[in-house]
Structure formats: structure tokens, C-alpha cells
DNA sequence: CGATTCCCCTGATAGC
DNA sequence: TGCTATCAGGGGAATC
């Protein structure tokens, strides 16, 4: 599931490879994967446009977009797709035979894995390469609006500080940590608290933390608090040098995982030694979703 | 306000 | 072999 070292990774990706290409025209087979538009409208709006950069915010991708015609209007000439990719979510840049309707089956070479087989949307470049959402359940969305239009979203409003931004200190951390009852792994997932951070990353954290995940995020101690904080940055950090972890699917733009897997410590390493204890990690449920930790390093 | 449950979707896995 | 039930999981909605 693309967190922010991956969505980084995806976005990285796209700025070295997609800048400056114009979208020629889109095919999709899933509409309920486009957001605001009617799919056929967003076929229309999104033809012509150039990409002049791609950002990211939370686990949201943001594709600039400029109309590069000559028509002028008064509405703003800025767009963005925005997109996110849940849990299966993968944007691959590369060429696919869609009119064919036989994407299942069409991927060679180093993007001949099962999990490029379910492209639902197809971005045609003016070069002849593509860039293709593919996505096994089809959680993932995109939205295409004016940079006003989609900055004004919930999806970007409504969502925390980066963790990585050098602006968000340990002060600004600590403050809304504070007025959190909640466990600290669900407030560190909730993207409302601070965005980008998912399963794979609080798990992470707390394990370098040395953090129980089900201390209440006001009951931690400044110590504590430091550490979170200290993790968090070196945590996503180094994943995001990693390429991000893939013990899910996650794939980069090419269709390679990253190589954070290897190195991670707590998630899905249940009853494998902890790392700087040998203690059998364990896994806990905490609000229908999976918390892995070690059960003498990380005590409540 | 917070906690819980369901839903979306489909491959993997376990049980029979 | 092959069928069926269960589960995972980001995020949003509905419910308690």
C-alpha cells in the first residue's frame, strides 16, 4: 500500500519522466475510478493538456497540468489530476495495447508481473508512452479539476502537516499529539493528524520508538514524543531513499518494488525475531487493521 | 467527541 | 480437485 516514501517514489519518478509531454488522449474500463467528472467529460478535459510537473501531498499525487493551446479563457489554464492510489494502486509509465481491450495479458519484460495486469486507465502521451493506473481492487481514485478547483478539496485540505517538511517541528508535533486520546498508531495513521503515514510506517516508527502502538498519544511521555518524532523523520526518510516497501505490491513507475522490504523490522514480521531483542514480534488487531510490534522493547 | 462496523474489491489461503 | 468462507486494508459513511 503506497505510503509517502512510495507515493514520493512514484512522484520522483514521474518528474524525470513525464514533464513536458502532452496527453493525447485516455482510455479506462473502470469509470466509478474517476471522481467529479463523468468519465466521458474527463476524457474531453483532459485531452491536450501538457504535464508541467508532478507534486505530492499525503499519499496524493498531483499531475500539473497546462493548457498549452492557443484558445484563451478565463478560467485558470492550471489543472491537476489528482490521484491516489489506496491500497493496490500503481501508476506505470510505459506502452500497453488498451484498444485491444487485452491489457490483461499485454505487459512484457520487466513489467511482466501479475500485479500490472489490471490496468483501468490509460493516459496516451504524445511520444507514444502511456501512463497506466492499474489497480486489483479498484480502491484507487483520480480527480480532475483546476488547481483551484482540486487544492480546495478535502482530499488536500482536509489532511495534516508533512511529516518530512523541515517546517513541521518537534514543537508542532508534540502540540497535536497532545490533544489525541486515541492510540498512538491510529493517530499516527490518521491523515487528518499528520499525512502520508500509513500501517507499514507507524509500525516502523513505533518499533525505532520503542513505542507501545497502544499508548494513548497524549500519555506519552517527552521522551517518548522525541522519539516518535525522531523516528518518524528517519523512518520515511530512508524508505523514501529505499523506493519505498513492497510487502504488499507496491511497484515504482517502471513495475520494480522497493527495497525497504529488507530492511523493515516490525511490519508483517510476525513471529520473526525483533531486531534488537529477539523477542518474537507479535500482531494485534486495532481497528480492523493489523498493528506488529515487539512485546518487551515496546512496553504501554 | 470517540469507537465500532460496514462497504468497496479480489487474490490468497484455509477448511472441508 | 474444487468449492466456499474468511481475510486484508485506505478511507469514508453510518451507527452506537
Redesign the pocket.
Known sequence: ?PELPEVQTIVNDLNKKIVGCRIVGAWFDTP?IIKKLKPEEFKKHIKGLEVSGVKRR??NVLIYLSNVSRIKSNKSRIKILLV?Q??TGHLLVGKWNARKRQVKSLIKGPLNE?VNNYIHLILYLDDGRQVALSD????AKVMLGTKEEIEAS??LTRIGPEPLDRKFSFNDFAGLMSS???KIKQVLMD?KVIAGI??IYSDEILWQAKVHPFKPANKLSDRELKEVFLAMKNVLGKALRMRGTSTSDFRDTEGKPGNYTRVRLAYQREGEPCGRCQTPIKRVKI????AHYCPKCQKL
Do not use: A, C, I, Y
Open positions: 500500500m466509478k499525503g499519499k491516489h489506496k491500497m501479475k486489483l481492487r479498484k480502491f478535502p482530499d489525541q486520546k486515541r491523515q500509513g500501517n481497528g480492523g487493521r493489523s
